[in-house]
């Protein structure tokens, strides 16, 4: 049983989650009910732990409801991928349910997973199904547990980089939950006996709880927004260890100071033999630390504050039953993607693809779905899935690489990487039509502001500056939008709150800089400030350095 540190009573999903058999409540019930595309109430917080959310039509809403209709429900299913590495014939099978079942485009998330969206409840199970035939699943993609675990793309550039991968699958199998429901209710598999989370316990974490691996000088995991982030230490081209980072967090609410986003805190070192085992204890401090009665407390980031970063780190030595040693060095320099063609140490090569927004669909004039389909029925390496909502084709011999090269071109998708620095650097949340939460656009907007900022960033010379530009249509940072060199949270539809001056290697948040923007205004305050870092940058100077050298925001 867990404990409640909390003199408050335990919240609803608590509640819910303490009476659910690990994790069945009343699912296979409520699937059969044909009277409703929705799920009981219950149970909406019970799937997230078996990868799937429900949502609907937000657009179609209230004419439905004047008809007296229920919304137009369908499911979000998310592809749980540690290190975000898939086969070509797992592309493959996820592409093609994603046409019998789902909307016909993929979501290539800012965790490495690959999203379904438009389900409707009669397939869902069938969905679920043919992506365990992929031998991919969706366990614990959502919900409080442990979710996919990150790490730097691309395991196939190095030895460094492979081994971090294997790290990250390590940890996902060992904090991965053990309930058979899962089996059972998806796959029809009898449970061989009585359940039991050796780790979790049947009330699961008080909230999400997030892992990732990054591989210096390149932060492109993101590893300061996760409840642990792990940062590689190299020596002498070896993976040796890693710093150990806690109590990451990007979300707000507005109107709520006690909620905010936070960076990790840096608490020491492990040797790579123990990386599994040092995310295992944190992970049982938070599972007895936090906060089972508010949600909104709930978070890694609040038990840190709560308990001190000197006194989670304690706890975390006392499960241990040693010391952590000491951070080493490490720098970050990006945590961006290298978009382009790379050769790996093993004389592969791997290109990575600019995807905006991360929807793998065909557009007209631009059939990226339909390449990458083509470029999967011929290619015998990997696909691997960006935390920048990206994806490398990885693993290419020098033979193959024509080939490759010719696809990319005849479907547009070389065409469409010639992209400005800004643009290549962004990152948008799904938001609008269907996330319940958005107060406003995301990945549906940015490219079309895109295309009239990509005009003022040429005509001010700024072309090819990499500038993250981060998007979310709430302030819950799915996007990791406090993390934007110029970072956009919606606060209604058209309207955002611009902020300016996070680093750009992920070490630095940005700082509020205008509320309830609209389009016109937000083109004119980044026209005045972009106007000014093309005339005052210094060499190699970062737009979120600049605007803080400047004094145009303060941290
Ligand atoms: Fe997220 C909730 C989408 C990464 C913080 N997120 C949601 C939901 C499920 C909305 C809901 O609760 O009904 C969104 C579903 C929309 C959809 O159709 O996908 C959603 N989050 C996403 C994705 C798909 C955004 C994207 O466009 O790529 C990302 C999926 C990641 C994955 O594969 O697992 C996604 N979400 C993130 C991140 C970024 C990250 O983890 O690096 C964050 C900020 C980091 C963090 O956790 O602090 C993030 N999502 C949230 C939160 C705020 C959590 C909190 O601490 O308060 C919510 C709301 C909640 O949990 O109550 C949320
Ligand atoms: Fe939805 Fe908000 Fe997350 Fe965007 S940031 S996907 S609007 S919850």
New binding site residues.
């Given amino acids: 049983m867990a404990i409640n540190n909390d003199p408050q009573p335990l919240s609803d999903v608590e509640v819910i989650k303490t009476k659910s058999r690990y994790l069945r409540g009343t699912i296979k019930e409520s699937l059969a009910d044909e009277v409703t595309g929705a799920l009981y109430p219950d149970d909406l917080q019970l799937i997230k732990f078996h990868g799937t ?1 429900m ?1 609907w039509d937000r657009p179609s809403e209230s004419e439905r409801r004047k008809q007296k209709l229920e919304p137009l429900y369908s499911f ?1 299913i ?1 592809v749980r991928i540690p290190a975000g590495v898939l086969t070509p014939a797992q592309w493959l099978g996820l592409d093609e349910l994603s046409s019998l079942y789902g909307s016909g485009t993929l ?1 290539l ?5 690959v ?1 379904l ?1 438009g389900v409707r409840k009669r397939h869902l199970k069938k969905a679920i199904k043919g992506i365990n035939d992929t031998l991919l699943d969706t366990l614990a ?2 919900g409080d547990v442990n ?2 675990v990150m790490a730097s793309a691309n395991p196939h550039l190095s030895r460094v980089h492979a081994e971090a991968q294997q790290v990250a699958k390590a940890i996902h199998t060992h904090l991965s939950p053990k309930t058979s429901a899962y089996r059972e209710l998806w796959l029809d598999v009898k449970p061989a006996g009585a359940d039991h989370e050796p780790i979790y316990g049947e009330t699961y974490l008080p ?2 709880f ?1 892992i990732a691996l990054a591989v210096p000088p390149v932060n492109d995991t ?1 590893v300061f ?2 409840d642990i982030g792990l940062i590689a230490i190299v020596e002498k081209n070896e993976l040796v260890g890693f710093n150990v980072a806690v109590g990451g ?3 707000c609410t507005f109107g709520m100071p006690e909620t905010f986003a936070r960076l990790g805190s840096v608490i020491g070192y492990v040797p790579r033999s123990q990386a599994v085992n040092v995310c295992e204890k944190i992970l049982l401090v938070q599972r007895d630390h936090g906060n089972r009665s508010n949600r ?1 407390q709930a ?1 890694v980031k609040y038990t840190v504050e709560k308990l001190t970063v000197a006194g989670f780190k304690a706890e975390v030595e006392k499960r241990l039953g040693a010391p952590l040693a000491p951070a080493r060095d490490y720098k970050f320099k990006t945590n961006n993607d290298a978009y382009g063609w790379q050769q790996g140490e093993d004389g592969r090569w791997h290109i990575t693809l600019f995807v905006e927004g ?1 929807r793998v669909k065909d557009a007209p004039g631009y059939p990226l779905r339909t390449g990458l389909r083509e470029i999967a029925r011929a290619h015998q390496g990997s696909f691997i899935v960006t ?1 920048n ?1 990206n994806v490398i084709i990885a693993g290419v011999s020098e033979a193959a690489k024509p080939a490759l090269q010719a696809l990319l071109d005849e479907h547009g998708i070389s065409a469409h990487q010639q992209v400005s620095g800004a643009r290549g650097s962004g990152l ?3 938001a609008m039509p ?4 958005a107060f406003a656009d ?2 549906t907007y940015l490219p079309s502001l895109m295309d009239k900022l990509d005009p003022v960033l040429a005509e001010l010379g700024l072309k090819d500056v990499p500038i993250n530009i981060r998007m979310t249509g709430c302030p ?5 939008s406090p993390l934007g060199e110029i970072g956009f949270i919606g606060r209604a539809p058209g309207k955002y709150n611009l902020y300016l001056g996070a680093s750009h290697s992920g070490d630095r948040l940005s700082t509020l800089y205008k509320e309830m923007l609209g389009e016109a205004d937000i083109l004119a305050h980044l026209r005045d400030v972009l106007s000014r870092f093309a005339k005052d940058r210094r060499q190699g100077e970062s737009f979120g350095d600049f605007v803080h050298r400047a004094g145009i925001v303060k941290a």
Avoid: F
């Fill in positions: 959310y949502q979000m998310r979501k998330t800012t965790r490495q997973a999203e969206h993609a959502c979710r996919n909230r999400k997030k993101d927004a996760n967090g990007m979300s909104k978070r991360g935390g909502q948008a949340c799904v269907v996330c319940p939460l995301g990945e819950n940072g799915c996007a990791r």
